[in-house]
């Protein structure tokens, strides 16, 4: 069969990687795809967010199964597009993506089906958002409603910081329209980790489990990123906790979906607090995350393309996941300014060391191609991604690898796991 994947990042270049491997595939496509991924397999010119061309290739090229990266494409209806073209696609359909493209919608629907989160209120007027945080007071999140590229939440500590939040996204329109509405939440503390299901809108099959680092500096330092690096797994969830996950969140979202009349296929994504055995939902997102589908799938023992067929064909029940024993972790490689505006242009030297070490895999997150040479084109350039028979090993891996490829202002954290040894110790 022949695949398409939809995307250019290092989560898309990890899919591709993965279901290039599965002997049922004889082609991989990635649109638009990028210079690391153009190694494994064929790009299109064809941009994420142009579903009506993309479902044009799809059929011209008589594509078996398409597979949605971003969650640009599934908020603006990929899927809806290429089911109507009767094209097999795997994703949540728009309004069963509006659980990541809209917060108020998703805090509104846990509140509803009792689905344990903090508190909230949301607001389109600055005014009564203001008087609101005046009467609650700090700590406190403000998150823009909409899509912001991970960059529409604010963690305040102290009051003017909130009142500015507010002011930001709703005056001064930062997110633009992601922005014209507002929550205010519960400032949640806590161990964060990453929880994945995939789900055909019935059965829920998890997926092994991982934990992001967010912050851009050591120590969970600095502001907010898409992720500096990821690890898999974590024994912040251990078996109890996954099966409260599973009964108390998981399942119970799936058929609240259904009962909402807008059923939901895919992969679903609860980003989770854990303090002292209570679990709380962050967000929950419509996609496979990124950093965290790299360690991932470098631990998948399995064949994704069955599991993302029954997931489209709705025959997920029968299906089960087998993973390496091994551990993995993922550094990414960041360009000089990111998380703010950011280099590009610079020539990266050993990637092909870097990538002869045993047990490594380098994912592009944002590279580009001249000449026959790597240049860096993104904030977030790779994901060098590495497995061991434990975290301390999968660290040693990644970080052997990483330590040899050099860029003018490239940075990373150095610590990527290492809360995973001071809790196995
Ligand atoms: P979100 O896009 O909603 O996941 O928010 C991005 C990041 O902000 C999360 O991964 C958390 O690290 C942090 N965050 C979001 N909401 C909260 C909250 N209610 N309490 C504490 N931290 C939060
Ligand atoms: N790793 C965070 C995300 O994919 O949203």
Redesign the pocket.
Known sequence: MQVLVIGSGGREHALAWKIAQSPKVAKVWVAPGSAGISEIAECVEISASDFRLLADFAEQKRIDLTVVGPEGPLTLGIVDEFERRGLRIFGPRKDAALIEGS?VFAKSFMKKYHIP??F?QSFDRAEEAKRYIQEIGV???V?ADGLAA?K??I?CFDLPEALDAVKKIMEDRLFGDAGERILI?????GE?VSFHALTDGDAVLPLASSQ?H??VFNDDQGP?TGGMGAYSPTRAITEPIQQQIMERIMIPTIRGMAAEGRPYKGVLYA?L?IRAGEI?V??F?ARFGDPETQPLLLRMKSDLVPLLEAVVDGRLRDQTIDWMPDASVCVVMASRGYPGPYDQGALIAGLEEAAAEPGVMIFHAGTSCMEGQILTGGGRVLGVTGLGQDIQGAIATTYRAVKKIHWEGAHYRTDIGVRALAKAS
């Open positions: 917060k989160t903090g909230f700590p406190l999140v998150k991970g529409g939440v963690v939440e519960e400032y949640l503390e964060e992001d967010k912050r907010n980003g607090m709380k962050l967000e997102n």
